[in-house]
């Protein structure tokens, strides 16, 4: 299946009537797995429930991520996600049940960004990960423009989520969940300005994005040291 073929099909998918029914059952098993088998301790959780046009935009050290920020939303969250992920059908399926979209990150992939604003304008959150792939450590990894240009084009907040703990818990290459402690820290929504954005105030709200982000993980480590 070609990219445009299969962000169109992952968008049918995620536009029907089930695609909520998918991410309940889906909630309901990960409370009852995950979430027993990690101690999480989270903040601010409040701030994933801010009203659309928003961007829920979390660090990214794990597979684990997405799946606890969706939980903790309590709503479902269409994900821009690695195209390889659909490769299996019934996993493609699952996944974009959830709202997951497929992303080309070896190319500019307008098709995934225009799948991006249309979730957006049709009322629904979105979940970018602002650093695009896995990042190792406490540290912020560098931030492209990307996800502060869709949200200026749509008028979105972004939700800015510090993760701690998702790496220990399933690093890179792991086939089991270890039990650990996961902070997870929220903070309040970047809002975007009125009217055009030019290209020096979009890097400044990437820059602020970033700040933003690295105080959230840093929080999300007090919470997991306790």
Do not use: C
């Amino acid at each position: 299946m070609e990219d445009s073929e299969l962000a169109e099909w992952a968008a049918e998918i995620s536009a029907k009537p089930y695609g909520d029914r998918v991410y309940s059952i889906s909630r309901a098993f990960f409370m009852q797995t995950i979430f027993r088998l990690l101690d999480i301790r989270s903040e601010g959780v409040e701030h994933l429930k801010t009203a659309p046009p928003v961007i829920i935009a979390p660090v990214h050290r794990s597979n684990l991520d997405s799946v606890i920020v969706g939980a903790l939303g309590e709503r479902r969250l269409p994900t821009l996600s690695k195209a390889s992920l659909f490769k299996f059908k019934p996993v493609a399926w699952w996944i974009a049940g959830l709202g997951a979209i497929p992303l080309d990150r070896d190319a500019a992939d307008r098709e995934a960004t225009t799948a991006a604003r249309k979730v957006l304008d049709s009322g629904q959150p979105l979940m970018i990960f602002p650093e695009g792939t896995r990042q190792s450590g406490q540290q912020i990894g560098e931030l492209f423009d990307g996800t502060t240009w869709i949200a200026a084009k749509s008028k979105a907040s972004i939700v800015p989520v510090g993760i701690a703990g998702t790496e220990e818990a399933l690093p890179k290459g792991a086939k089991r969940i270890y039990r650990t402690t996961v902070g997870v820290a929220v903070g309040e929504p970047l809002e975007m300005p009125e009217g055009r954005v030019s290209r020096p105030q979009l890097s400044k709200l990437t820059e602020e994005l970033s700040i933003r982000l690295q105080a959230a993980n840093d929080r999300a480590a007090e919470l997991r040291e306790g």
